[in-house]
T-cell receptor, first 114, second 115 residues
Framework: GQQLNQSPQSMFIQEGEDVSMNCTSSSIFNTWLWYKQDPGEGPVLLIALYKAGELTSNGRLTAQFGITRKDSFLNISASIPSDVGIYFCAGPPRTSSNTGKLIFGQGTTLQVKP | KAGVTQTPRYLIKTRGQQVTLSCSPISGHRSVSWYQQTPGQGLQFLFEYFSETQRNKGNFPGRFSGRQFSNSRSEMNVSTLELGDSALYLC??????????????FGNGTRLTVT
């Protein structure tokens, strides 16, 4: 089945640094979603991308939908301690578009040193 | 607008028992999906309900079931609990399933521990 591969698996950075993480697949996705999960809580939607090439920002976060439809990246600028958490990419499988079924990447764990 | 609400937050059960988890979606959302999250398997889709009908199902045994009520609230049930069912169970709601301007919003989950 379709899979999403996130990299890196984990990052440990200094406060104030910029962060970049990405998500790739061997097959096409028509939507890319980026979520952040804090310990003990559910994933929170950060950015939703619906069109190839689309670049969308949400505060210090920027995400892009790759032209090939097989990848997406998320950038965080000027990181702060509250950016700590696990970041997931997700997308609907080809066979179940427009439903509540999503495939998730394995996550990128971000730690920020004050 | 209130978010997705899941109850209870924590549950401890014994092998062989059954459990029912509850989810109240965001007002106006008709799609409710359930996910299981474990350290080894990550986030995996269990099933989705839309307008009281199961629309989609993941690769889980029949011990996992669910339903949706006319007010869109949903419950999932796990029967004959096994140790491997210990996980964070997440509920997500959306207007009509994941589509343009209708992304999934998650609750904070129910942490189930099976002993």
């Amino acid at each position: 089945g379709q899979q999403l591969n996130q990299s890196p698996q984990s990052m440990f950075i200094q406060e104030g640094e910029d962060v970049s993480m990405n998500c790739t697949s061997s097959s096409i996705f028509n939507t890319w979603l980026w979520y952040k999960q804090d310990p003990g809580e559910g994933p929170v939607l950060l950015i939703a991308l619906y069109k190839a090439g689309e670049l969308t920002s949400n505060g210090r976060l920027t995400a892009q939908f790759g032209i090939t439809r097989k990848d997406s990246f998320l950038n965080i600028s000027a990181s702060i301690p509250s950016d700590v958490g696990i970041y997931f990419c997700a997308g609907p499988p080809r066979t179940s578009s427009n439903t509540g079924k999503l495939i998730f990447g394995q996550g990128t764990t971000l730690q920020v040193k004050p | 607008k209130a978010g997705v609400t899941q109850t209870p937050r924590y549950l401890i059960k014994t092998r062989g028992q059954q459990v029912t988890l509850s989810c109240s979606p965001i007002s106006g959302h008709r799609s409710v999906s359930w996910y299981q999250q474990t350290p080894g398997q990550g986030l995996q889709f269990l099933f989705e309900y839309f307008s009281e009908t199961q629309r989609n199902k993941g690769n889980f045994p029949g011990r996992f079931s669910g339903r949706q009520f006319s007010n869109s609230r949903s419950e999932m049930n796990v029967s004959t609990l096994e140790l491997g069912d210990s996980a964070l169970y997440l509920c997500a709601s959306s207007l009509r399933g994941n589509s343009y301007n209708s992304p999934l919003h998650f609750g904070n989950g129910t942490r189930l521990t099976v002993t």
